[in-house]
């Protein structure tokens, strides 16, 4: 089997990132932005993916938390695109539930080349500690877009805006883990025979 692995840096005049990524791991990581609870979200969507990721990025916080997380989707969904290669023989689509307490969330994931988000988070509040509650799906948007993939995920229900993000990322966690396990082919899983 071919290592599932990516290594990059980017750069901008908002955020600086550096960035090393496994498919194939055992979801440990070592993420540094700068926002707690988007550390937070990284951690669980790598661990509960199977996915094993070095992220540190220095960004614009005394701007605001938007380009930090926005660009860490960005190079996460980049180091995704290329770490599947052709994507040939991966199982391409995943769906998954996850709870967290109260809070349940569902998660579909198409890796079909064709970048498409459906974000429905429910979120009420204005912030989940240094992060703003929009940036938790716009961070979701933005992984889509980089990793070229299709992916709808909803918090059918939760009180609390910490669990409902929370068991939104798990649910896309494990929905991509399905979606990037391999078959016993080596196919590419399209009928018009690339993704």
């Known amino acids: 089997m071919t290592a599932r692995n990516a290594t990059l840096k980017r750069?901008?005049?908002e955020t600086s990132i550096e960035l090393s990524l496994n498919l194939d791991g055992t979801g440990k990581s070592d993420i540094t932005t700068g926002i707690g609870f988007l550390d937070h979200l990284l951690t669980a969507l790598t661990k509960h993916g199977n996915m094993d990721l070095t992220?540190?990025?220095?960004?614009?916080?005394d701007v605001d938390d938007h380009h930090t997380a926005e660009d860490c989707a960005l190079a996460l969904g980049s180091a995704i695109d290329r770490a599947l290669g052709d994507r040939s023989g991966i199982a391409r689509f995943g769906s998954a539930y996850a709870p967290l307490d109260e809070a349940l969330a569902r998660a579909v994931v198409d890796l079909s080349g064709r970048p498409c988000a459906v974000i429905n988070l429910g979120l009420a509040g204005p912030k989940l500690g240094a992060l703003a509650t929009q940036n938790a799906g716009h961070v979701i948007q933005s992984l889509a877009v980089a990793s070229r993939a299709?992916?709808?995920?909803?918090?059918?229900?939760?009180?609390n805006d910490?669990?409902?993000?929370?068991?939104?990322?798990?649910?896309?966690?494990?929905?991509?883990?399905?979606a990037i396990a391999l078959s016993n082919t080596d196919n590419i899983p399209s009928t018009k025979g690339s993704l």
Do not use: P, W
């Open 11 to 13: 750069t901008t005049l």
């Open 55 to 61: 992220l540190s990025c220095r960004g614009d916080l």
């Open 150 to 159: 299709t992916i709808h995920v909803d918090v059918v229900r939760g009180e």
């Open 162 to 178: 910490h669990h409902r993000a929370e068991s939104a990322f798990k649910a896309l966690a494990l929905a991509l883990r399905q």
